[in-house]
């Protein structure tokens, strides 16, 4: 590990988060990983700046600001300010809390758009396709689900047909593929990579960047003439990580440029490793170091939704488990990269075993054999006599861990320090310093308690970015304090603490018993969460599959039953849909809208058997109320029916 580079700056960002929705377990995600990267970086001497916010426009903030009688203004100062209240509750260490509706950030993205303009990249022509508000995403009919619905989020698309300004992404297709292969870290982790070069390689059309239909978004410059049109949300959004640095106003913070770490989620990285290298390109301005994105969390098993009611409120769990635990759980409990799972369950485990077993056990373990051996007075002077074996073990270990860091092995990063706690809890054992005191080897025994002093206080140094509150409370006990000078010192230089005096403190990870939320207390906040929105790449199926492998009990929560088609009609304006009345059993009639017209007449199909999903939330399509869905295969040579290969009784239970 090495501090050579004091000065680098270093610049983290989050996604700017929508204000349609309150903050859920997901956002906290990124925003406690983003707080650990920018925490780290200002540990070692980097000079950080960490970058979070909210994106406030585009039609589906102007929609739910509608639905809820506000102006949309007021409606984004309304959740803006829930967000950045939740981030000052948890302590996130933010440096700038853009929101888009800044007008510094409006002055920027109109000078950006000016200079693109300039350079030849936009052009105005007419759009002409489907739009999916839910995403603030255009898709060409070939994208769409059964010719209509989102491919991200399943809803319905809206058909849009406008004057609009392009971006020429086209152009840009062989930079970004020259990117990917030059620099295999721009995306990481590294597997994702393969899934945007695909996509890439698919083809890119020219992005519509204007908007005309509604007005909540940033005007154009002022020398473009042209006052019907707004920025299209996800320009004027993904600017925000130069308009912070006060692109385009007071540029002294664009020293920060380009960024180190830029963390999305999997269902925006996308848009964040296509589009925004591309804008970037556009300006003239250098790319940042790794886009970076992870997973999704589900809720004991489930994706979370706001039908299902199970969106986890991460100030609750917070609340109850502590701040600092929820954290380590967070950054701990699943391979940045990968979907992970919420529960109360897994979250008692960390705490119960890795901090408090682990990390809290040894304290407790220096204040005891402190107290009792040297009046809490320790000293590091026969360490290296004693145990250079074990320095030079943790040492080589600790000196490995920062690599894990900014390529985002987080959990790694978390295995490799407790693989020294190991270390320390295991000397104590091997050397049993009770046994050193009764055979009046003082000497040894200082050396050993005083080791263990230090190991405590070097994994405290590198744990303090991942739990300020508690770090805070150990380096008080062992008598330090966590700051560069320290980091240089036991770190980067491995040396010792020279002597201190242990401070006796309570417990810091009492043993949880019992859940301490019954789960359907658990506090649901609002969400727009559906479900994840799908990845673009049918190529990474096979690889999502592997990474969300679910249970007999989970494939169980889906009830599948045989029905009989009573009554077939077709959907007047609609090219794919047919409207069914589907007899499952026992008096029990449901309604089904399916996109099988173009495979099957109404007629045929009346008084034939089905594969039902029965249990489906109800849903609307063409306005109409659809109760379940029917099992069908569809390859390149048509969509077929799933059905029992004998006649059954209507409502019987598919296994
Ligand atoms: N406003 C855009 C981002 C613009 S950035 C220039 C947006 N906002 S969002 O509020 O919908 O989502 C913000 C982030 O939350 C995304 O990175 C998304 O992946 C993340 N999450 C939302 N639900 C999540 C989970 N259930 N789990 C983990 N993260 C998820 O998209």
């Known amino acids: 590990?090495?501090?050579?580079?004091?000065?680098?700056?270093?610049?983290?960002?989050?996604?700017?988060?929508?204000?349609?929705?309150?903050?859920?377990?997901?956002?906290?995600?990124?925003?406690?990983?983003?707080?650990?990267?920018?925490?780290?970086?200002?540990?070692?001497?980097?000079?950080?700046?960490?970058?979070?916010?909210?994106?406030?426009?585009?039609?589906?903030?102007?929609?739910?600001?509608?639905?809820?009688?506000?102006?949309?203004?007021?409606?984004?100062?309304?959740?803006?300010?829930?967000?950045?209240?939740?981030?000052?509750?948890?302590?996130?260490?933010?440096?700038?809390?853009?929101?888009?509706?800044?007008?510094?950030?409006?002055?920027?993205?109109?000078?950006?758009?000016?200079?693109?303009?300039?350079?030849?990249?936009?052009?105005?022509?007419?759009?002409?396709?489907?739009?999916?508000?839910?995403?603030?995403?255009?898709?060409?009919?070939?994208?769409?689900?059964?010719?209509?619905?989102?491919?991200?989020?399943?809803?319905?698309?809206?058909?849009?047909?406008?004057?609009?300004?392009?971006?020429?992404?086209?152009?840009?297709?062989?930079?970004l593929l020259k990117l990917y292969e030059q620099n295999p870290e721009f995306i990481l982790p590294k597997a994702k990579a393969k899934e945007i070069v695909n996509f890439v390689q698919g083809g890119l059309n020219d992005l519509s960047i204007s908007r005309t239909s509604f007005d909540w978004g940033i005007k154009l410059p002022k020398s473009m003439n042209d006052d019907n049109h707004v920025m299209y949300v996800w320009l004027d959004a993904l600017l925000n990580y130069i308009t912070a640095l006060g692109y385009g106003t007071d540029e002294k913070n664009m020293k920060y440029w380009p960024a180190k770490v830029q963390l999305v989620g999997k269902d925006i990285l996308r848009f964040h490793a296509i589009y925004w290298p591309a804008f970037l390109m556009s300006l003239d301005l250098p790319l940042p170091d790794h886009i970076a994105a992870h997973g999704w969390w589900t809720r004991d098993g489930q994706k979370m939704s706001k039908s299902k009611g199970n969106v986890v409120n991460p100030k609750e769990i917070a609340d109850a488990y502590g701040l600092d635990a929820f954290r380590y759980f967070m950054l701990r409990e699943v391979p940045f990269g990968q979907d992970g799972d919420f529960s109360q369950k897994a979250l008692m485990d960390r705490i119960n075993s890795d901090l408090g077993n682990d990390l809290g056990n040894l304290l407790n373990r220096i204040q005891g054999m402190s107290g009792k051996y040297f009046d809490f007075k320790i000293n590091s002077k026969d360490v290296k006599k004693y145990h250079q074996k074990e320095l030079d073990e943790i040492d080589a270990i600790l000196n490995n861990v920062e690599q894990y860091i900014f390529n985002m092995q987080l959990n790694r990063y978390l295995e490799e320090i407790w693989k020294v706690l190991t270390i320390a809890n295991k000397a104590i054992g091997d050397y049993e310093p009770w046994a050193m005191m009764k055979n009046n080897q003082e000497e040894q025994a200082m050396a050993l308690v005083a080791l263990i002093v230090n190991i405590m206080a070097k994994v405290s140094i590198l744990l303090q970015s991942v739990m300020p509150e508690k770090i805070l409370k150990i380096a008080n006990s062992l008598g330090i304090e966590i700051?560069?000078?320290?980091?240089?010192?036991?770190?980067?230089?491995?040396?010792?603490?020279?002597?201190?005096?242990?401070?006796?403190?309570?417990?810091?990870?009492?043993?949880?018993?019992?859940?301490?939320?019954?789960?359907?207390?658990i506090q649901e906040v609002e969400s727009k969460v559906e479900k994840p929105r799908k990845e673009q790449d049918k190529h990474t199926q096979d690889n999502q599959e592997e990474d969300n492998l679910i249970t007999i009990d989970q494939f169980f929560q889906t009830?599948?039953?045989?029905?009989?088609?009573?009554?077939?009609?077709?959907?007047?304006?609609?090219?794919?849909l047919l409207k069914l009345q589907v007899d499952l059993g026992e008096g029990q009639t449901k309604q089904i809208l399916a996109g099988i017209k173009e495979y099957y007449s109404a007629n045929e199909l009346i008084d034939t058997q089905v594969c039902v999903v029965a249990n489906l939330k109800p849903a609307k399509l063409m306005g109409m109320e659809s109760q379940g869905m029917l099992?069908?295969?569809?390859?390149?040579?048509?969509?077929?029916?799933?059905?029992?290969?004998?006649?059954?009784i209507a409502g019987t239970k598919i296994s």
């Open 483 to 521: 700051n560069t000078d320290l980091y240089n010192k036991l770190i980067v230089q491995k040396d010792l603490v020279d002597q201190t005096t242990i401070v006796k403190i309570d417990a810091l990870f009492p043993r949880i018993e019992q859940p301490l939320l019954p789960s359907a207390d």
């Open 559 to 576: 009830t599948l039953k045989v029905g009989t088609i009573i009554e077939a009609q077709e959907v007047p304006k609609s090219k794919k």
């Open 631 to 648: 099992l069908a295969a569809k390859d390149e040579n048509g969509l077929s029916l799933l059905r029992p290969e004998s006649k059954k």
């Open 1 to 175: 590990m090495s501090n050579q580079n004091s000065c680098k700056e270093i610049f983290i960002t989050t996604p700017i988060y929508y204000v349609n929705d309150v903050a859920h377990i997901g956002h906290a995600y990124t925003t406690i990983i983003a707080d650990m990267l920018a925490r780290y970086s200002r540990l070692v001497g980097y000079d950080t700046f960490f970058l979070t916010g909210t994106d406030e426009h585009g039609q589906k903030i102007e929609t739910s600001a509608k639905a809820k009688g506000k102006t949309a203004k007021e409606y984004a100062d309304e959740v803006s300010g829930k967000f950045k209240q939740l981030w000052d509750d948890f302590d996130i260490s933010y440096d700038k809390f853009i929101r888009t509706t800044n007008e510094d950030h409006k002055i920027g993205v109109q000078k950006a758009f000016e200079k693109m303009y300039q350079k030849g990249d936009i052009y105005k022509g007419n759009y002409e396709g489907n739009y999916c508000v839910g995403c603030e995403t255009f898709f060409t009919d070939a994208q769409l689900i059964e010719g209509e619905g989102c491919p991200d989020c399943g809803r319905a698309t809206s058909r849009v047909k406008e004057e609009s300004y392009f971006f020429r992404l086209s152009n840009y297709e062989d930079k």
